[in-house]
Protein backbone atom coordinates (compact mmCIF):
# COMPACT_ATOMS: atom_id res chain seq x y z
CA UNK A 1 0.00 0.00 0.00
CA UNK A 2 1.57 3.57 -0.81
CA UNK A 3 2.58 5.42 2.41
CA UNK A 4 -0.49 7.12 3.60
CA UNK A 5 -1.83 7.58 6.83
CA UNK A 6 -5.19 5.91 7.64
CA UNK A 7 -8.23 6.30 10.23
CA UNK A 8 -6.21 4.68 12.49
CA UNK A 9 -3.78 7.60 12.86
CA UNK A 10 -6.24 10.12 13.73
CA UNK A 11 -8.15 11.43 16.87
CA UNK A 12 -11.37 12.41 15.55
CA UNK A 13 -13.37 12.92 18.93
CA UNK A 14 -15.12 16.49 18.64
CA UNK A 15 -13.37 17.06 15.01
CA UNK A 16 -15.39 18.60 11.78
CA UNK A 17 -14.47 15.83 9.30
CA UNK A 18 -15.14 16.63 5.36
CA UNK A 19 -15.21 12.72 4.19
CA UNK A 20 -15.18 12.91 0.26
CA UNK A 21 -17.05 9.62 -0.63
CA UNK A 22 -18.41 7.80 -3.85
CA UNK A 23 -22.37 7.98 -3.70
CA UNK A 24 -22.70 7.88 -7.03
CA UNK A 25 -25.75 5.76 -7.86
CA UNK A 26 -27.83 4.34 -10.70
CA UNK A 27 -31.08 6.50 -11.21
CA UNK A 28 -34.16 5.99 -12.96
CA UNK A 29 -34.47 8.74 -15.44
CA UNK A 30 -37.80 10.01 -15.49
CA UNK A 31 -38.86 9.46 -11.80
CA UNK A 32 -34.85 10.20 -10.93
CA UNK A 33 -35.47 7.70 -8.24
CA UNK A 34 -32.21 5.77 -6.58
CA UNK A 35 -32.58 2.23 -8.08
CA UNK A 36 -29.73 0.85 -6.18
CA UNK A 37 -27.71 1.79 -3.11
CA UNK A 38 -24.82 -0.53 -2.52
CA UNK A 39 -22.25 2.48 -2.75
CA UNK A 40 -24.07 4.46 -0.20
CA UNK A 41 -23.86 1.16 2.06
CA UNK A 42 -20.55 0.62 1.65
CA UNK A 43 -19.10 3.90 2.92
CA UNK A 44 -22.05 4.18 5.44
CA UNK A 45 -21.68 0.96 6.98
CA UNK A 46 -17.83 1.93 7.31
CA UNK A 47 -15.87 5.17 7.15
CA UNK A 48 -19.03 7.14 7.85
CA UNK A 49 -20.42 5.17 10.84
CA UNK A 50 -16.49 4.54 12.33
CA UNK A 51 -15.88 8.56 12.31
CA UNK A 52 -19.66 9.43 13.97
CA UNK A 53 -18.73 6.78 16.32
CA UNK A 54 -15.92 8.25 17.33
CA UNK A 55 -17.35 11.55 17.94
CA UNK A 56 -16.92 13.26 14.60
CA UNK A 57 -18.88 15.63 13.21
CA UNK A 58 -19.07 14.26 9.87
CA UNK A 59 -19.64 16.36 6.70
CA UNK A 60 -20.53 14.32 3.37
CA UNK A 61 -18.87 15.50 0.24
CA UNK A 62 -20.03 13.69 -2.74
CA UNK A 63 -21.09 13.78 -6.22
CA UNK A 64 -24.28 12.08 -8.21
CA UNK A 65 -24.29 11.99 -12.18
CA UNK A 66 -22.36 14.87 -14.86
CA UNK A 67 -23.95 18.24 -15.58
CA UNK A 68 -26.51 17.60 -18.08
CA UNK A 69 -26.74 14.25 -17.99
CA UNK A 70 -30.38 12.28 -16.48
CA UNK A 71 -28.49 10.85 -13.60
CA UNK A 72 -27.47 14.48 -11.91
CA UNK A 73 -29.44 14.86 -9.09
CA UNK A 74 -29.29 16.54 -5.88
CA UNK A 75 -27.99 14.20 -3.14
CA UNK A 76 -31.49 14.64 -0.39
CA UNK A 77 -32.04 10.75 -1.45
CA UNK A 78 -28.91 9.94 -0.58
CA UNK A 79 -28.92 11.52 2.72
CA UNK A 80 -31.98 9.89 3.26
CA UNK A 81 -30.57 6.44 2.66
CA UNK A 82 -28.15 6.83 4.48
CA UNK A 83 -29.93 7.55 7.44
CA UNK A 84 -32.20 4.37 6.66
CA UNK A 85 -28.80 2.22 6.53
CA UNK A 86 -27.17 3.60 9.61
CA UNK A 87 -31.11 4.22 11.79
CA UNK A 88 -29.87 7.28 12.66
CA UNK A 89 -30.51 10.87 11.53
CA UNK A 90 -29.17 12.01 8.61
CA UNK A 91 -28.72 16.34 7.69
CA UNK A 92 -28.90 17.54 4.11
CA UNK A 93 -28.21 21.10 3.16
CA UNK A 94 -29.12 22.03 -0.64
CA UNK A 95 -25.94 24.19 -0.58
CA UNK A 96 -22.59 23.47 -1.16
CA UNK A 97 -19.85 25.64 0.20
CA UNK A 98 -22.24 28.86 0.68
CA UNK A 99 -23.35 30.45 4.10
CA UNK A 100 -26.12 28.34 4.47
CA UNK A 101 -23.84 24.95 4.42
CA UNK A 102 -21.34 26.47 6.75
CA UNK A 103 -23.95 27.31 9.17
CA UNK A 104 -25.19 23.43 9.41
CA UNK A 105 -21.64 22.87 9.93
CA UNK A 106 -20.99 24.64 12.48
CA UNK A 107 -24.35 23.40 13.65
CA UNK A 108 -22.89 19.80 14.06
CA UNK A 109 -22.84 17.95 17.05
CA UNK A 110 -20.15 15.20 17.52
CA UNK A 111 -21.08 12.08 16.46
CA UNK A 112 -23.74 13.66 13.75
CA UNK A 113 -24.01 13.69 10.35
CA UNK A 114 -24.50 16.02 7.38
CA UNK A 115 -24.30 15.63 3.45
CA UNK A 116 -23.61 18.76 1.82
CA UNK A 117 -25.14 19.54 -2.00
CA UNK A 118 -23.63 17.74 -5.13
CA UNK A 119 -19.86 18.58 -5.45
CA UNK A 120 -20.59 18.88 -9.36
CA UNK A 121 -22.89 21.72 -8.98
CA UNK A 122 -19.88 23.61 -8.66
CA UNK A 123 -18.81 24.28 -12.01
CA UNK A 124 -15.21 24.29 -11.17
CA UNK A 125 -15.20 20.42 -10.01
CA UNK A 126 -14.29 18.71 -12.44
CA UNK A 127 -11.56 20.83 -13.71
CA UNK A 128 -8.12 18.99 -13.66
CA UNK A 129 -5.85 20.54 -11.59
CA UNK A 130 -2.94 20.02 -8.53
CA UNK A 131 -3.83 20.08 -4.89
CA UNK A 132 -2.23 23.43 -4.26
CA UNK A 133 -4.40 25.04 -7.59
CA UNK A 134 -7.38 23.20 -6.32
CA UNK A 135 -6.66 24.68 -2.60
CA UNK A 136 -7.16 28.43 -4.42
CA UNK A 137 -10.90 27.27 -5.55
CA UNK A 138 -13.29 29.47 -3.38
CA UNK A 139 -14.92 25.91 -2.97
CA UNK A 140 -11.87 24.59 -0.97
CA UNK A 141 -11.10 28.50 0.29
CA UNK A 142 -14.65 28.41 1.89
CA UNK A 143 -15.24 25.01 3.39
CA UNK A 144 -11.19 24.34 5.07
CA UNK A 145 -11.42 26.85 7.72
CA UNK A 146 -13.89 24.92 9.18
CA UNK A 147 -12.97 21.63 9.17
CA UNK A 148 -9.89 20.00 11.02
CA UNK A 149 -9.24 16.77 8.73
CA UNK A 150 -10.20 15.77 5.07
CA UNK A 151 -10.85 12.08 5.01
CA UNK A 152 -10.81 10.84 0.87
CA UNK A 153 -12.56 7.35 0.78
CA UNK A 154 -13.78 7.72 -3.16
CA UNK A 155 -11.28 5.52 -4.39
CA UNK A 156 -13.51 5.31 -7.65
CA UNK A 157 -12.83 8.54 -8.30
CA UNK A 158 -9.54 8.86 -7.17
CA UNK A 159 -8.40 9.10 -10.88
CA UNK A 160 -9.51 12.35 -10.86
CA UNK A 161 -7.93 15.71 -10.67
CA UNK A 162 -10.92 17.36 -9.15
CA UNK A 163 -11.47 19.72 -6.78
CA UNK A 164 -13.08 17.90 -4.12
CA UNK A 165 -10.51 15.13 -4.41
CA UNK A 166 -7.38 16.80 -4.29
CA UNK A 167 -7.58 20.29 -3.14
CA UNK A 168 -8.24 19.79 0.49
CA UNK A 169 -5.02 17.47 0.97
CA UNK A 170 -2.87 20.77 0.25
CA UNK A 171 -4.62 22.54 3.35
CA UNK A 172 -6.06 20.07 6.02
CA UNK A 173 -4.11 16.36 7.33
CA UNK A 174 -5.81 14.45 4.94
CA UNK A 175 -5.88 10.15 5.83
CA UNK A 176 -7.62 7.47 3.82
CA UNK A 177 -10.60 6.49 4.53
CA UNK A 178 -11.76 3.04 4.91
CA UNK A 179 -13.04 1.84 1.41
CA UNK A 180 -9.99 3.58 0.08
CA UNK A 181 -7.39 1.63 2.22
CA UNK A 182 -9.10 -1.67 1.66
CA UNK A 183 -8.86 -0.92 -2.35
CA UNK A 184 -5.38 -0.06 -1.91
CA UNK A 185 -4.60 -3.21 0.02
CA UNK A 186 -6.25 -5.44 -2.35
CA UNK A 187 -4.86 -3.58 -4.98
CA UNK A 188 -1.25 -4.28 -3.89
CA UNK A 189 -1.79 -7.87 -3.29
CA UNK A 190 -3.10 -8.18 -7.19
CA UNK A 191 -0.41 -5.81 -8.61
CA UNK A 192 2.64 -4.78 -6.69
CA UNK A 193 3.62 -8.52 -4.36
CA UNK A 194 1.11 -10.84 -6.01
CA UNK A 195 1.81 -14.28 -4.52
CA UNK A 196 2.68 -16.31 -8.13
CA UNK A 197 1.91 -17.67 -9.92
CA UNK A 198 -0.42 -14.65 -11.06
CA UNK A 199 -2.90 -14.91 -13.52
CA UNK A 200 -5.18 -11.96 -15.27
CA UNK A 201 -8.41 -13.20 -16.70
CA UNK A 202 -8.84 -10.04 -19.07
CA UNK A 203 -12.43 -9.94 -20.59
CA UNK A 204 -14.94 -7.23 -21.62
CA UNK A 205 -15.64 -5.05 -24.49
CA UNK A 206 -13.32 -2.59 -23.86
CA UNK A 207 -10.18 -4.28 -24.82
CA UNK A 208 -7.83 -1.26 -25.26
CA UNK A 209 -7.52 -1.41 -22.06
CA UNK A 210 -6.78 -5.56 -22.14
CA UNK A 211 -3.45 -4.17 -24.07
CA UNK A 212 -2.70 -1.79 -21.51
CA UNK A 213 -3.50 -3.91 -18.61
CA UNK A 214 -1.00 -6.50 -20.31
CA UNK A 215 1.99 -4.73 -21.34
CA UNK A 216 2.30 -3.37 -17.96
CA UNK A 217 1.81 -6.35 -15.45
CA UNK A 218 4.21 -8.60 -18.11
CA UNK A 219 6.64 -5.87 -18.93
CA UNK A 220 6.95 -5.54 -15.04
CA UNK A 221 6.45 -9.45 -14.26
CA UNK A 222 3.70 -9.06 -12.27
CA UNK A 223 1.50 -11.37 -13.93
CA UNK A 224 2.71 -15.17 -15.21
CA UNK A 225 -0.53 -15.50 -17.67
CA UNK A 226 -3.14 -13.44 -19.05
CA UNK A 227 -6.29 -15.47 -20.28
CA UNK A 228 -8.14 -13.42 -23.36
CA UNK A 229 -11.86 -14.02 -24.01
CA UNK A 230 -14.52 -11.46 -24.31
CA UNK A 231 -14.23 -8.85 -27.04
CA UNK A 232 -10.24 -8.70 -25.69
CA UNK A 233 -9.85 -12.38 -27.15
CA UNK A 234 -11.46 -11.40 -30.38
CA UNK A 235 -9.20 -8.98 -30.82
CA UNK A 236 -6.09 -11.23 -29.94
CA UNK A 237 -7.24 -13.26 -32.38
CA UNK A 238 -7.06 -10.89 -35.29
CA UNK A 239 -4.15 -10.06 -34.01
CA UNK A 240 -2.86 -13.43 -34.70
CA UNK A 241 -3.74 -13.24 -38.51
CA UNK A 242 -7.08 -14.53 -37.92
CA UNK A 243 -9.86 -14.11 -39.85
CA UNK A 244 -13.06 -14.21 -37.33
CA UNK A 245 -15.67 -13.55 -39.76
CA UNK A 246 -17.55 -10.90 -41.27
CA UNK A 247 -19.98 -9.29 -38.86
CA UNK A 248 -16.91 -9.69 -35.90
CA UNK A 249 -14.32 -7.96 -38.16
CA UNK A 250 -17.31 -5.16 -38.81
CA UNK A 251 -17.37 -4.98 -35.20
CA UNK A 252 -14.07 -4.51 -34.12
CA UNK A 253 -13.75 -1.86 -36.71
CA UNK A 254 -16.56 -0.18 -35.91
CA UNK A 255 -15.54 -0.12 -32.26
CA UNK A 256 -12.15 1.84 -33.42
CA UNK A 257 -10.42 -1.67 -32.07
CA UNK A 258 -8.05 -2.39 -35.16
CA UNK A 259 -5.81 0.11 -34.19
CA UNK A 260 -4.54 -1.90 -31.29
CA UNK A 261 -3.57 -4.83 -33.46
CA UNK A 262 0.06 -4.22 -34.06
CA UNK A 263 0.20 -3.62 -30.22
CA UNK A 264 -1.11 -6.73 -29.50
CA UNK A 265 1.01 -8.34 -32.16
CA UNK A 266 4.51 -6.93 -30.60
CA UNK A 267 2.65 -8.08 -27.34
CA UNK A 268 2.10 -11.61 -28.09
CA UNK A 269 5.68 -11.85 -29.85
CA UNK A 270 7.65 -10.55 -26.88
CA UNK A 271 5.51 -13.24 -24.42
CA UNK A 272 4.11 -16.19 -26.62
CA UNK A 273 4.39 -18.61 -23.62
CA UNK A 274 2.33 -15.73 -21.36
CA UNK A 275 -0.47 -15.04 -23.90
CA UNK A 276 -3.65 -17.31 -23.87
CA UNK A 277 -6.16 -16.65 -26.91
CA UNK A 278 -9.57 -19.16 -26.94
CA UNK A 279 -9.07 -22.17 -28.69
CA UNK A 280 -12.31 -22.64 -29.47
CA UNK A 281 -15.87 -19.87 -29.32
CA UNK A 282 -19.72 -19.90 -29.22
CA UNK A 283 -21.48 -18.41 -32.01
CA UNK A 284 -24.85 -16.96 -31.90
CA UNK A 285 -27.24 -19.02 -34.74
CA UNK A 286 -30.30 -17.96 -34.59
CA UNK A 287 -30.60 -17.37 -31.30
CA UNK A 288 -28.81 -20.83 -30.13
CA UNK A 289 -25.53 -21.46 -28.94
CA UNK A 290 -23.06 -23.77 -31.43
CA UNK A 291 -19.65 -24.27 -30.16
CA UNK A 292 -16.51 -23.93 -33.06
CA UNK A 293 -12.98 -24.41 -33.15
CA UNK A 294 -10.59 -21.61 -34.28
CA UNK A 295 -9.63 -23.40 -36.83
CA UNK A 296 -13.23 -23.53 -38.52
CA UNK A 297 -12.67 -19.66 -38.79
CA UNK A 298 -14.23 -17.26 -40.37
CA UNK A 299 -17.40 -17.81 -39.19
CA UNK A 300 -20.51 -15.99 -40.94
CA UNK A 301 -22.33 -15.98 -37.63
CA UNK A 302 -21.52 -13.08 -34.43
CA UNK A 303 -19.00 -14.54 -31.40
CA UNK A 304 -20.71 -14.38 -28.27
CA UNK A 305 -18.68 -16.56 -25.93
CA UNK A 306 -15.79 -18.64 -25.48
CA UNK A 307 -16.02 -22.66 -25.98
CA UNK A 308 -15.74 -25.55 -23.89
CA UNK A 309 -11.91 -26.40 -24.39
CA UNK A 310 -10.65 -22.99 -23.52
CA UNK A 311 -13.57 -22.96 -20.40
CA UNK A 312 -11.21 -26.09 -19.51
CA UNK A 313 -7.58 -24.95 -20.48
CA UNK A 314 -8.57 -21.10 -18.19
CA UNK A 315 -9.94 -23.35 -15.17
CA UNK A 316 -7.00 -25.58 -15.30
CA UNK A 317 -4.61 -22.09 -15.15
CA UNK A 318 -7.10 -20.99 -12.77
CA UNK A 319 -6.38 -23.96 -10.62
CA UNK A 320 -2.89 -23.59 -10.04
CA UNK A 321 -2.64 -19.97 -9.64
CA UNK A 322 -1.79 -17.93 -6.03
CA UNK A 323 -3.64 -14.95 -7.59
CA UNK A 324 -6.13 -13.70 -9.45
CA UNK A 325 -7.43 -10.52 -11.07
CA UNK A 326 -10.15 -10.88 -13.36
CA UNK A 327 -12.13 -7.75 -15.53
CA UNK A 328 -14.45 -8.39 -17.75
CA UNK A 329 -17.08 -10.93 -18.68
CA UNK A 330 -15.90 -13.84 -21.37
CA UNK A 331 -18.84 -13.33 -23.12
CA UNK A 332 -22.27 -12.09 -23.63
CA UNK A 333 -23.19 -13.40 -20.00
CA UNK A 334 -26.47 -11.34 -19.97
CA UNK A 335 -28.02 -14.25 -22.73
CA UNK A 336 -28.51 -17.60 -21.03
CA UNK A 337 -27.12 -19.41 -24.24
CA UNK A 338 -23.92 -17.05 -23.89
CA UNK A 339 -23.72 -17.32 -20.09
CA UNK A 340 -21.58 -20.45 -19.93
CA UNK A 341 -18.17 -19.17 -20.49
CA UNK A 342 -18.08 -16.21 -17.70
CA UNK A 343 -19.87 -18.32 -14.95
CA UNK A 344 -17.97 -21.44 -15.21
CA UNK A 345 -14.54 -19.27 -15.18
CA UNK A 346 -15.79 -16.96 -12.45
CA UNK A 347 -17.07 -20.34 -10.26
CA UNK A 348 -13.11 -21.96 -11.14
CA UNK A 349 -12.00 -18.76 -9.62
CA UNK A 350 -14.60 -18.74 -6.40
CA UNK A 351 -13.34 -22.48 -5.84
CA UNK A 352 -9.74 -21.67 -6.26
CA UNK A 353 -7.24 -20.74 -3.08
CA UNK A 354 -5.86 -18.08 -4.64
CA UNK A 355 -6.54 -14.57 -3.98
CA UNK A 356 -8.76 -13.08 -6.27
CA UNK A 357 -9.45 -9.52 -7.10
CA UNK A 358 -12.48 -8.80 -9.28
CA UNK A 359 -12.77 -5.83 -10.84
CA UNK A 360 -15.64 -3.29 -13.14
CA UNK A 361 -19.57 -2.79 -13.53
CA UNK A 362 -20.13 -5.89 -16.10
CA UNK A 363 -17.87 -8.55 -13.92
CA UNK A 364 -19.80 -7.29 -10.19
CA UNK A 365 -22.97 -7.85 -12.08
CA UNK A 366 -22.26 -11.16 -13.13
CA UNK A 367 -21.12 -12.49 -9.78
CA UNK A 368 -24.14 -10.80 -8.39
CA UNK A 369 -26.59 -12.36 -10.77
CA UNK A 370 -24.61 -15.64 -10.08
CA UNK A 371 -24.52 -15.15 -5.93
CA UNK A 372 -20.87 -15.83 -6.54
CA UNK A 373 -19.45 -12.63 -4.42
CA UNK A 374 -18.86 -14.42 -1.02
CA UNK A 375 -16.21 -16.83 -3.12
CA UNK A 376 -14.75 -13.93 -4.16
CA UNK A 377 -11.49 -12.44 -2.05
CA UNK A 378 -11.75 -8.85 -3.11
CA UNK A 379 -14.56 -7.36 -5.25
CA UNK A 380 -13.19 -3.95 -6.26
CA UNK A 381 -16.33 -1.38 -7.02
CA UNK A 382 -13.85 1.13 -8.97
CA UNK A 383 -14.13 1.58 -12.21
CA UNK A 384 -12.24 3.93 -14.20
CA UNK A 385 -9.65 4.23 -10.95
CA UNK A 386 -9.20 0.28 -11.02
CA UNK A 387 -8.42 0.17 -14.83
CA UNK A 388 -5.89 3.27 -14.26
CA UNK A 389 -4.24 1.44 -11.53
CA UNK A 390 -3.90 -1.58 -12.81
CA UNK A 391 -2.26 0.20 -16.38
CA UNK A 392 0.68 1.13 -13.08
CA UNK A 393 -0.86 4.60 -13.80
CA UNK A 394 -0.68 6.92 -10.42
CA UNK A 395 -3.91 8.17 -9.34
CA UNK A 396 -4.16 11.61 -8.57
CA UNK A 397 -6.54 11.26 -5.41
CA UNK A 398 -3.78 8.69 -3.80
CA UNK A 399 -0.74 10.78 -4.80
CA UNK A 400 -2.35 13.81 -2.83
CA UNK A 401 -3.28 11.54 0.32
CA UNK A 402 1.07 10.33 -0.07
CA UNK A 403 2.21 14.05 0.00
CA UNK A 404 -0.07 15.32 2.77
CA UNK A 405 1.35 11.97 4.95
CA UNK A 406 4.94 13.71 3.91
CA UNK A 407 3.67 16.88 5.16
CA UNK A 408 1.71 15.91 8.21
Known amino acids: MPKILTMTDFDFKDKTVLVRVDFNSPVEPQSKKILEDSRIKAHGETTIEELSQKGAKVV ?5 GRPGEPDFIPLEQHAQILGKILKKSVR ?7 ERAKKAMEDLR ?3 ILVLENVRTYPK ?5 SPEEQANTDFVQSLAPQADVFVNDAFAAAHRSHVSIVGFTAVLPSVAGRIMERELNALGKALVSPEKPCVYVL ?3 KADDALKISEYVLDNGIADSILAGGVAGHLFLAAKGLDLGRPNMEFLEKRGLMEFVSGIKKLMENYRAQVNTPQDLAVN ?3 KRREIDVEELPTSYPICDIGTK ?3 QFSEMIKKAKSIVISGPLGIFEDEEFRKGTQKILEAIG ?3 AFSLVGGGHTVAAIEQLGLKSKMGYVSTAGGALIEFLMGEKLPGVVALEAAAERQ
Open 310 to 312: TIH
Open 92 to 98: YVDDLFG
Open 110 to 112: SGE
Open 60 to 64: VLAHQ
Open 285 to 287: VNG
Open 203 to 205: GGA
Open 125 to 129: ERKKG
Open 351 to 353: DSK
